[in-house]
């Protein structure tokens, strides 16, 4: 997806290996929008999952699922990350590093 001159680019991810809360999409309505773009498969995959999910966490699961399925397709750089990982190309976290996140996370909570 390419911006046409009068509109505002997409600001790219500020970790292209992490979707964040606040990136991307932000209602239902334009998470549908973008998913329609990626075909009409794609939304209606999306309502019978959220229709399917129980309010709470398994909602908010649907919902990071469609955002990082978004990312996945549209995004170049989130792209690149993937190939770059893939291919060895970028340094690894300590694994201190992803316990500490996880803790955070639980603490979150």
């Known amino acids: 997806m390419s911006a046409l001159p009068h509109e505002t680019p997409p600001k ?3 970790d292209p290996y992490r ?3 606040w990136e991307g999409p932000q209602t239902l309505a334009e998470l549908r929008a973008e998913l329609a773009l990626l ?5 209606v995959a999306f309502n ?3 229709d399917a999910a129980r309010f709470g966490a398994a909602q908010a699961a649907v919902i990071s699922d469609a955002r990082r399925l978004l990312a996945l397709r ?3 750089e989130v ?3 993937i190939a770059a990982s893939l291919a060895g190309e970028t340094p690894t976290a300590p694994v201190a590093d992803l316990y500490a996140y ?3 996370q639980d603490a979150d909570r």
């Open 12 to 14: 790219a991810y500020a």
């Open 19 to 21: 979707v964040e809360e």
């Open 39 to 43: 075909g009409p498969a794609e939304v």
């Open 48 to 50: 019978a999952k959220l």
């Open 74 to 76: 549209t995004r170049p």
């Open 79 to 81: 792209r690149a990350a």
């Open 102 to 104: 996880l803790e955070s």
